[in-house]
């Protein structure tokens, strides 16, 4: 009797090993778990807390044309936009919207590159109760370059109160 749940114990072991193996090799994993992710480096093109875009918005622009319509769109005053070389970079604009007072701004936490996309990690920051804010529209913005990728990019959120 022994043996035969010996036997019984060696045949499961034996599916459990080869079924992992196969998972493995057949790269049924998702791929987060496959390759670990790395941090992109990017570059800040211009960020302020003016510009005429109203609405909470992320913009993912791929050529100049997109690029001198966006910049026409976020200053109509005709600023000239800075120079990109779209063969080498994409740019990501990212819009907190119209916000009621000063205080308010929008920063990148971190962008991460995984196999089959990139995360973009958005810090809005807005002032806390005790901070001394001016009674003005304001519109905080971010532009930025990374290196050029056909991988979808995934925008994630988060709100900090600013301690004052």
Same mark, same amino acid.
């Given at each position: 009797?022994?043996?035969?749940?010996?036997?019984?114990?060696?045949?499961?072991?034996?599916?459990? #090993?080869?079924?992992?193996?196969? #998972?493995?090799?057949?790269?049924?994993?998702?791929?987060?778990?496959?390759? $670990?992710?790395?941090?992109?480096?990017?570059?800040?093109?211009?960020?302020?807390?003016?510009?005429?875009?109203?609405?909470?918005?992320?913009?993912?622009?791929?050529?100049?044309?997109?690029?001198?319509?966006?910049?026409?769109?976020?200053?109509?005053?005709?600023?000239?936009?800075?120079?990109?070389?779209?063969?080498?970079?994409?740019?990501?604009?990212?819009?907190?919207?119209?916000?009621?007072?000063?205080?308010? $701004?929008?920063?990148?936490?971190?962008?991460?590159?995984?196999?089959?996309?990139?995360?973009?990690?958005?810090?809005?920051?807005?002032?806390?109760?005790?901070?001394?804010?001016?009674?003005?529209?304001? $519109?905080?913005?971010?532009?930025?370059?990374?290196?050029?990728?056909?991988?979808?990019?995934?925008?994630?959120?988060?709100?900090?109160?600013?301690?004052?």
């Amino acid at each position: 009797m022994a043996d035969k749940e010996i036997l019984i114990y060696g045949v499961f072991v034996s599916i459990g #090993i080869i079924f992992t193996v196969s #998972i493995f090799f057949l790269g049924i994993l998702p791929n987060h778990i496959q390759k $670990s992710p790395k941090s992109i480096s990017f570059e800040k093109v211009n960020d302020g807390f003016e510009n005429a875009i109203k609405e909470q918005q992320t913009r993912i622009i791929t050529s100049e044309n997109e690029w001198g319509d966006l910049w026409i769109e976020m200053f109509p005053d005709g600023i000239a936009a800075p120079e990109i070389n779209f063969n080498e970079k994409r740019l990501i604009a990212v819009f907190q919207g119209r916000k009621p007072t000063s205080g308010y $701004s929008i920063n990148i936490e971190s962008i991460i590159e995984y196999e089959d996309y990139i995360e973009v990690k958005i810090v809005e920051v807005y002032p806390g109760l005790n901070c001394i804010v001016t009674q003005e529209l304001t $519109s905080p913005y971010t532009t930025l370059s990374i290196k050029k990728s056909q991988k979808e990019i995934r925008f994630f959120r988060k709100e900090e109160k600013q301690n004052c």
